[in-house]
């Protein structure tokens, strides 16, 4: 934050149309932060990971650790935003893969009504999801169509209690912002008519009161340490109306779990910013579903949420700071209820209710649980199966006769292309596939547009084809000899994949790590549930990074212990998956929750051989 009395300057950027004002004490990272201007910067702006680079096309910037004014360089003129600060009024370049226009933010294909179209036609009783079971439909939210005649001195009953005769239940609460409103619905002209509406029931509770024959709208989000996906539902058919996928804006604070733990514990408003940012997120999602289908977010009735402990934590407010520091507790493990206006969600409708999916334990969230929800159709004929969720945070289940043990690696966002000097997300122009061609390297990119950086995919694909190709060594570091190896601007080796875009010894090092840290969670899992990777049957890959991995490049780093391929069963946003059946069924909820109660938490790295497995694993040579 920029202290009160320091002086200011103007940063332009043309590229966005914005100017915003910067402060000489504070990073021009911080202030386009500060302002909502986008720039990657994985680390969250602690200057490790390299990924905020720009150009300062005019004005005079300094290094803040006191190096000289007018840092940039006519041979390398691109800077980290993070390092340097504002000594003039500048304009300023942001590198394209902070601009590019994410496609892959949610993995299954958007679906749009068209606006007025009436739901799709799904059986009431039943719906599937993108793991292909069908679940009953059984909402939380009950929608019933009245025809009330109107009061009068003969028949005086109040507003609420001849609703409640209607329904024939006499002992009804009522939601007191839906109370306010009902004189005025029941009393629309034309008067004297019988009255017509729609009332919205939850439980014991009337909710919400409409138009008669209105739509009952729910949304369904996924709320990942990366990215945000959310899910617009009509709850009286099942229906799924239209998905959508966004970064999640906490990813200013860093791209890891960590930095925000410890953002968060510096002071009640650190936290306040996290939770606001995780609000952002659900609203710009309930905004821009509804408007794809021609309705408003009032008309949400019903709203479920799925995320890793600490998201699920930031979310509500929770302390987190406990999270981070053995034993790595959680405040709140079962499924919570409250009403959405009770944690600040205001553009849904006043009464609606939020459901929050149950915790497993440590940094292991609702969002395994309703991973493990979904996989169910591929797990249950199996005797052993293995559902791996991979993201910032990776979360994996060994399930073997009727019981399973869990772990989260802390794998951190190299893997979907943070901590990478040229890391993006996967949008367009994003290097997704990397093979050798005539003895050649050649990238391919999302969209076919020229190449600005890499994504998770391409990350993965990059390292396994070095490895073919002989231009990394079994231990990680790149050839000094071969011809595509080359020389960083900072003197470090690094292959150029395209023209800026540079694959680094730093960068083969973050994919080492992070795989290390998933291959280790995966042995020694197995070793806890008594069994062998040979004896996998089904091994689940989840998650927006695990959708477009190819396999084989897994397998070839050490990523995934080496199986045949037909056991690998590559489901998408399993976690998306089973949060619209815990918001389209109460029946999915109860299951959810017995499933996390199943799970038994593992803190791998409290085991004293932890560290020796790891070690083993960073090698990519061991691929067994």
């Known amino acids: 934050m920029a ?5 200011t300057h103007r940063l332009s950027f043309p590229q966005l149309g914005r100017e915003v004002s910067a402060a000489e004490d504070e990073s021009l990272f911080r202030a386009a932060r500060r302002h909502g201007v986008r720039i990657v910067g994985a680390c969250g702006g602690r200057g490790t990971c390299g990924s905020c680079t720009v150009r300062v096309v005019e004005g005079t910037v300094q ?35 902070s601009l590019a226009t994410v496609v892959r933010a949610e993995p299954e294909p958007p679906h749009h009504e068209p606006v007025g179209a009436p739901p799709r036609q799904v059986t009431h009783d039943a719906a599937r999801d993108a793991c292909g079971e069908p ?8 929608a019933h169509d009245l025809t009330l005649p109107p009061a009068t001195l003969a028949d005086p009953l109040g507003d609420v209690d001849r609703i409640a005769r209607a329904l024939a239940q006499p002992v009804l609460q009522v939601d007191l912002a839906a109370a306010r409103a009902l004189p005025d619905r029941l009393r629309q002209p034309p008067t004297g008519l019988p009255w017509q509406l729609r009332a919205w029931r939850r439980g014991d509770e009337l909710i919400g009161f409409g138009p008669h024959g209105g739509r009952t709208l729910g949304l369904a989000v996924d709320l990942g340490t990366t990215n945000a996906a959310g899910f617009l539902v009509d709850l009286d058919s099942g229906a799924h109306l239209a998905s959508l996928g966004l970064e999640n804006p906490q990813a200013a604070w860093g791209a890891d779990l960590i930095s925000r733990i410890n953002h968060a514990a510096r002071d009640a408003a650190a936290a306040e910013e996290l939770r606001r940012a995780a609000l952002r997120a659900i609203e710009a999602l309930a905004h821009d579903l509804c408007h794809g289908v021609g309705c408003t977010p009032s008309q949400i009735l ?42 600040g969600l205001a553009v849904v409708a006043p009464g609606a209710w939020v459901h929050l999916a149950p915790n497993v334990g440590g940094f292991v969230g609702g969002d395994h649980v309703t991973a493990l929800l979904a996989s169910q159709p591929h797990c ?27 772990a989260s690696a802390p794998s951190g966002p190299a893997l979907e292309g943070g901590h990478i000097g040229c890391g993006m997300r996967a949008a367009e122009g994003a290097i997704e596939r990397v093979r050798v061609e005539r003895g050649r390297l050649v990238a391919d990119t999302i969209g076919g547009m020229p190449a600005v950086g890499l994504c998770g995919s391409g990350v993965l694909d990059a390292l396994a084809t070095f490895k073919r190709a002989g231009l990394v060594q079994g231990q990680g570091r790149l050839s000094a000899v071969h011809p595509d190896v080359v020389r960083a601007p900072d003197g470090t080796r690094a292959v150029q994949l395209a023209p800026g875009v540079l694959f680094t010894q730093a960068d083969v090092r973050a994919v080492q790590l992070a ?27 989840a998650g927006a990074f695990g959708a477009y991995i190819d396999i084989a490049s897994g397998i070839e780093i050490g990523l995934f212990p080496p199986l045949q391929r037909e056991r690998f069963v590559q489901v998408g946003n399993a976690a998306g998956a089973g949060v619209r059946r ?7 909820r109860a299951r959810a929750v017995e499933l ?27 691929t067994t």
């Open 3 to 7: 202290s009160t009395g320091a002086r």
């Open 515 to 541: 795989k290390a840290a998933i291959r280790t969670a995966t042995e020694l899992l197995l070793e806890e549930a008594g069994v062998a990777a040979a004896s996998i049957e089904c091994f689940v890959i």
């Open 63 to 97: 290094l803040l650790d006191g190096g000289p004014a007018d840092v940039v360089d006519a041979r390398d003129p691109w800077v980290r935003a993070c390092r340097i600060a504002a000594r003039a009024d500048c304009t300023v370049e942001v590198a394209a893969r």
């Open 596 to 622: 996390a109660r199943q799970c038994r938490p593992i803190e791998l790295s409290s085991r004293s051989d932890f560290q020796k497995v790891f070690l083993r694993h960073i090698d990519l040579t061991h």
């Open 135 to 142: 679940w009953s439909q059984s909402p939380a939210v009950q």
């Open 380 to 406: 249950a004929p199996c005797t052993t199966a293995l559902v791996m969720d991979i993201g910032t945070n990776t979360e994996i289940s060994v399930l073997h006769a009727g019981r399973i043990v869990t």
């Open 582 to 588: 815990l918001l389209t069924s109460t029946a999915e």
């Open 302 to 343: 019903d709203v479920a949420v799925c995320g890793n402990t600490a998201m699920h934590h930031l979310l509500l407010g929770l302390p987190v700071r406990q999270l981070g520091r053995a034993p790595f507790v959680g405040v709140v493990r079962d499924a919570t209820d409250l009403k959405a206006r009770d944690m």
